[in-house]
């Protein structure tokens, strides 16, 4: 289907750049995104997915809004406190761009609901806030063959991986299992807010440049991320032979 006009305008600026045509904005209109959490990370990642046209975004999240989350998790305001933050998150994203078709879960997500969660997703971001989410994550990205963005954040350093099933390193060929210590067992972690500000955009666009096929995604390098002294620095990584990811193929 043509853009129509409404569209044209609303898109215009990125239809100016070479990397995405009318055509490549459809793609985007005609993708389904799963994105696990709506925090820190989930915040700016989502805003600018449903601003850049994706058209079905699913966010899963089980918590409500905290006084102590306004400080990183720019989707709410006071008006938010003590309601659910998917709920919230639905709203000021529909506000954004009418047209995006936002599904909200409620729920925290386990080993029995992700299968349910990914099946005919086209791509999945990781926005969780703890380590066996992300392997969980990466795990049903893996079972699935469905391509998927992990990142994390702490303080003022972030690192972020993409990931293309049987293909590229997965997140588990990297860090192997959850740590023995997880942010449950430690409490919160400290966190920067400009942190997640950063990581959550970045896991957009990895989005968008695999739905469009274009530019180099964060396959086989890890990319870590230090605000302190504003270093950007790819790691090579590789496939580890005996990891759940090669011999699941
Ligand atoms: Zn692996």
């Known amino acids: 289907m043509p853009l129509t006009e409404e569209q044209k305008i609303r898109y215009g600026r990125q239809l100016l750049s070479k990397y995405v045509d009318e055509n490549k904005q459809e793609i985007l209109l005609n993708s389904k995104v799963l994105q696990i959490g709506a925090g820190g990370l989930g915040s700016p990642c989502s805003m600018y997915l449903i601003a850049a046209g994706i058209g079905e975004l699913t966010i899963v999240d089980n918590d409500t809004v905290d006084l102590s989350n306004?400080?990183?998790q720019i989707l709410y305001g006071m008006s938010s406190i003590n309601n659910v933050k998917v709920e919230e998150a639905k709203k000021r994203l529909t506000?954004?761009?009418?047209?995006a078709n936002i599904i909200t879960k409620k729920i925290y997500v386990d080993e029995k609901n992700i299968d349910e969660l990914v099946?005919?997703?086209?791509?999945?971001?990781d926005?969780?806030?703890?380590?066996?989410?992300k392997f969980m994550v990466n795990d049903a990205a893996?079972?699935?063959?469905?391509k998927c963005t992990i990142a994390g954040i702490k303080d003022f350093f972030g690192q972020i991986l993409s990931i293309d099933p049987g293909k590229s390193a997965c997140y588990r060929?990297?860090?192997?299992?959850?740590?023995?210590?997880?942010?449950?067992?430690?409490?919160?972690?400290?966190v920067i807010g400009v942190s997640p500000g950063v990581l959550g955009p970045l896991e957009a666009t990895e989005v968008i440049k695999s739905l469009l096929g274009i530019g180099e995604?964060?396959?086989?390098?890890l990319l870590m991320v230090n605000l302190l002294d504003m270093s950007f620095t790819k790691i090579p990584v590789q496939r580890y032979e005996n990891c759940l990811c090669s011999l699941s193929k």
């Open 70 to 72: 306004l400080q990183r």
């Open 95 to 99: 506000d954004m761009n009418p047209s």
């Open 119 to 125: 099946k005919n997703k086209d791509y999945i971001i």
């Open 127 to 133: 926005c969780s806030d703890n380590a066996k989410t």
């Open 142 to 146: 893996i079972r699935n063959n469905i």
């Open 173 to 190: 060929c990297i860090f192997y299992d959850v740590p023995g210590e997880t942010s449950s067992d430690t409490g919160p972690l400290p």
């Open 217 to 221: 995604p964060l396959y086989n390098q």
